[in-house]
């Protein structure tokens, strides 16, 4: 634990990546397999379920520290992190346990999970004991799941790359589903992302996915596309889908389904197991899992299997009929699918690329290969739950562009544009093609700041996450009030951030904990991807990934926009 601690300390101290990367290079060279294999997990984004109940470990950290409620609070909200709260709080020791990252989890740790109270407050009492501060941190982290450090997943694999002397575009490959819930880190599965390559790599993958290809944002007026990438003729367009990024993988007549966030999500989705008959081995295929709109889709179920009848049309001409992602997330998360859940949201999955045929690797063929291929196999397998994602054709960028308006009315966020002769990447990157998502311009209101609270990390100290609200009536309303509808904590620069971080202290009118309510008195213009009506919000309406696009200096309060607003908006969503 002590050399992984101080591994996190060297990482959070620079935002240099080549200290990062000499820091990273330097641990893996020293580190046992074990530890190693724990550290790859966590540094890629890997975090277990919490082991222990945040208020059990509050609790603690205040009987043995003798802090009382109040002035705890006080703490946590002055450094705004909870494991570093903890690790200054409680009583400082002079020697750290030499126990490597992978006994402090597989021994200490892991099993701490289902423990009553009692035992788990002897238990932390004894491991707490043994750690210097900064590893103490690491170690709460680590227990509530919310280790985070500036490294990026790219570095981890150039460190592991360097070190294995192989290229870090095998290495990334390795690392898809190194961090899913069902792996737990082993010696052996470290040793094996920095082998040497060898001819049957490839036939052992089983169930791996590849890593995704990503697109950058293309934000450019359409009348200078003609420059910036040339012909419509060289991309291959299609309508970007508001749904789950997901890679099918069939080998060895088992189906997996791996999401973007390299998460296995086979069991939540019942009415694609029949394409484990339909996709012949070796076939991998990058696509968009949509809610297709009822009643194009008829669910039948069989057995314990879900499966569709009567897909719609998907053809080149063919008009997207997608349901919007807030019904999708209904789905996630849930333990169970009763018969009700896949009948009101049946899924299907848009293919657009395929990435394996016949277990050969396709990812160096070019785009328009690939999709031809792909067309050729949807032909072949006539899935009602796996469709072809329409490619779009226009005369020209301008002809695209008046295309693009319809987006929201068909349910997709915009466009993607994918070189045709573009080869499958890893990331975001553009050394082997580029895919560009032009998506649509967001909605926007002028909305009231009405709350505020401290933020995390180095804006502890700042009220920087805000509550907005609009107004419930016209201006010429006798009576209206301000109704919260969004909260958002980015798009301010960090100039911007301290003057409202003043204005906030200085118009406070109650404190409820950390969060203040302020004389309304800022106006600020959000934006946001989609917007829905909502039983759980008391506008009613609910909106996807507000953030603050500006500040409205030049509006009062009382000019900010209402709900009709916002319900005007839902009838363009």
Same mark, same amino acid.
């Given at each position: 634990?002590?050399?992984?601690?101080?591994?996190?300390?060297?990482?959070?101290?620079?935002?240099?990546?080549? &200290?990062?990367?000499?820091?990273?290079?330097?641990?893996?060279?020293?580190?046992?397999?074990?530890?190693?294999?724990?550290?790859?997990?966590?540094?890629?984004?890997?975090?277990?379920?919490?082991?222990?109940?945040?208020?059990?470990?509050?609790?603690?950290?205040?009987?043995?520290?003798?802090?009382?409620? $109040?002035?705890?609070?006080?703490?946590?909200?002055?450094?705004?992190?909870?494991?570093? !709260?903890?690790?200054?709080?409680?009583?400082?020791?002079?020697?750290?346990?030499?126990?490597?990252?992978?006994?402090?989890?597989?021994?200490?740790?892991?099993?701490?999970?289902?423990?009553?109270?009692?035992?788990?407050?002897?238990?932390?009492?004894?491991?707490?004991?043994?750690?210097? /501060?900064?590893?103490? #941190?690491?170690?709460?982290?680590?227990?509530? %799941?919310?280790?985070?450090?500036?490294?990026?997943?790219?570095?981890?694999?150039?460190?592991? &790359?360097?070190?294995?002397?192989?290229?870090?575009?095998?290495?990334?490959?390795?690392?898809?589903?190194?961090?899913?819930?069902?792996? /737990?880190?082993?010696?052996?599965?470290?040793?094996?992302?920095?082998?040497?390559?060898?001819?049957?790599?490839?036939?052992?993958?089983?169930?791996?996915?590849? =890593?995704?290809?990503?697109?950058?944002?293309?934000?450019?007026?359409?009348?200078?596309?003609?420059?910036? @990438?040339? =012909?419509?003729?060289? $991309?291959?367009?299609? $309508?970007?889908?508001? %749904?789950?990024?997901?890679?099918?993988?069939?080998?060895?007549?088992?189906?997996?389904?791996?999401?973007?966030?390299?998460?296995?999500?086979?069991?939540?989705?019942?009415?694609?197991?029949?394409?484990?008959?339909?996709?012949?081995?070796?076939?991998?295929?990058?696509?968009?899992?949509?809610? *297709?709109?009822?009643?194009?889709?008829?669910?039948?179920?069989?057995?314990?299997?879900?499966?569709? @009848? %009567?897909?719609?049309?998907?053809?080149?001409?063919?008009?997207?009929?997608?349901?919007?992602?807030?019904?999708?997330?209904?789905?996630?998360?849930?333990?169970?699918?009763?018969?009700?859940?896949?009948?009101?949201?049946?899924?299907?999955?848009?293919?657009?690329? +395929?990435?394996?045929?016949?277990?050969?690797? $396709?990812?160096?063929?070019?785009?328009?290969? /690939?999709? !031809?291929?792909?067309?050729?196999?949807?032909?072949?397998?006539?899935?009602?739950?796996?469709?072809?994602?329409?490619? @779009?054709?226009?005369?020209? *960028?301008?002809?695209?562009?008046?295309?693009?308006?319809?987006?929201?009315?068909?349910?997709?966020?915009?466009?993607?544009?994918?070189?045709?002769?573009?080869?499958?990447?890893?990331?975001?990157?553009?050394? #082997?093609?580029?895919?560009?998502?032009?998506?649509?311009?967001?909605?926007?209101?002028?909305?009231?700041?009405?709350?505020?609270?401290?933020?995390?990390?180095?804006?502890?100290? +700042?009220?920087?996450?805000? !509550?907005?609200?609009?107004?419930?009536?016209?201006?010429?309303?006798?009576?209206?009030?301000?109704?919260?509808?969004?909260?958002?904590?980015?798009? @301010? !620069?960090?100039?911007?951030?301290?003057?409202?971080?003043?204005?906030?202290?200085?118009?406070?009118?109650?404190?409820?904990?950390?969060?203040?309510?302020?004389? =309304?008195?800022?106006?600020?213009?959000? %934006?946001?991807?989609?917007?829905?009506?909502?039983?759980?919000?008391?506008?009613?309406?609910?909106?996807?990934?507000?953030?603050?696009?500006?500040?409205?200096?030049?509006?009062?309060?009382?000019?900010?926009?209402?709900?009709?607003?916002?319900?005007?908006?839902?009838?363009?969503?």
């Amino acid at each position: 634990m002590k050399a992984f601690a101080a591994l996190y300390s060297r990482l959070d101290a620079t935002t240099s990546s080549n &200290a990062k990367l000499a820091a990273l290079c330097d641990y893996f060279l020293a580190a046992t397999p074990e530890d190693a294999a724990w550290a790859v997990y966590f540094l890629s984004g890997g975090r277990p379920r919490q082991l222990v109940p945040t208020r059990l470990l509050r609790e603690q950290a205040m009987a043995l520290s003798g802090l009382p409620e $109040w002035l705890f609070e006080e703490s946590y909200q002055a450094v705004g992190d909870l494991a570093e !709260t903890l690790s200054l709080i409680l009583p400082e020791v002079r020697h750290s346990s030499d126990a490597g990252l992978a006994t402090w989890m597989e021994d200490y740790l892991l099993p701490l999970r289902g423990l009553p109270p009692e035992e788990l407050a002897l238990r932390l009492e004894g491991y707490w004991a043994q750690l210097d /501060r900064v590893s103490l #941190m690491v170690c709460i982290k680590l227990i509530t %799941g919310s280790f985070r450090v500036g490294v990026s997943k790219l570095l981890i694999t150039r460190a592991l &790359a360097s070190l294995a002397n192989i290229d870090s575009k095998r290495v990334a490959q390795r690392l898809v589903g190194y961090t899913d819930l069902s792996h /737990r880190p082993s010696a052996e599965g470290y040793l094996k992302l920095i082998a040497a390559e060898s001819d049957d790599e490839h036939a052992q993958r089983g169930g791996q996915p590849y =890593p995704f290809f990503l697109a950058h944002p293309l934000q450019q007026p359409v009348d200078q596309f003609e420059t910036l @990438l040339g =012909p419509c003729e060289d $991309w291959q367009v299609e $309508w970007k889908w508001d %749904g789950i990024r997901a890679q099918l993988v069939k080998r060895e007549g088992r189906l997996w389904i791996w999401s973007r966030g390299e998460e296995l999500v086979t069991d939540r989705f019942p009415e694609l197991h029949s394409l484990s008959q339909r996709l012949p081995d070796g076939t991998v295929i990058d696509g968009e899992i949509v809610v *297709w709109k009822a009643p194009a889709v008829e669910l039948k179920l069989k057995g314990d299997e879900a499966f569709a @009848l %009567g897909p719609p049309e998907t053809g080149a001409g063919a008009q997207p009929s997608v349901q919007p992602f807030a019904l999708l997330q209904q789905r996630i998360g849930r333990k169970t699918l009763g018969k009700k859940i896949l009948q009101d949201v049946p899924v299907v999955v848009l293919a657009y690329d +395929l990435l394996e045929w016949q277990g050969h690797d $396709w990812r160096s063929r070019p785009q328009h290969e /690939r999709r !031809t291929q792909l067309e050729a196999l949807l032909h072949e397998c006539q899935s009602p739950v796996l469709l072809q994602s329409p490619v @779009l054709v226009g005369c020209d *960028w301008m002809d695209l562009g008046r295309q693009r308006e319809a987006s929201r009315s068909l349910g997709v966020e915009g466009m993607m544009l994918k070189a045709r002769d573009a080869l499958y990447g890893v990331g975001r990157t553009k050394d #082997m093609g580029v895919w560009w998502k032009w998506k649509v311009d967001p909605f926007s209101v002028d909305a009231v700041l009405i709350y505020a609270q401290r933020g995390h990390g180095r804006r502890a100290s +700042l009220y920087s996450d805000y !509550t907005f609200a609009v107004w419930d009536g016209p201006p010429d309303a006798s009576e209206r009030m301000l109704v919260p509808f969004a909260k958002a904590y980015s798009g @301010l !620069t960090d100039e911007e951030m301290r003057k409202v971080d003043a204005i906030v202290r200085k118009t406070t009118v109650e404190k409820f904990g950390p969060v203040r309510s302020v004389t =309304p008195s800022l106006v600020f213009e959000l %934006g946001f991807e989609g917007i829905a009506l909502s039983k759980r919000h008391k506008s009613g309406i609910a909106v996807r990934f507000p953030r603050m696009l500006r500040w409205r200096h030049d509006k009062s309060v009382a000019e900010a926009d209402s709900l009709s607003t916002l319900q005007d908006l839902l009838s363009q969503a």
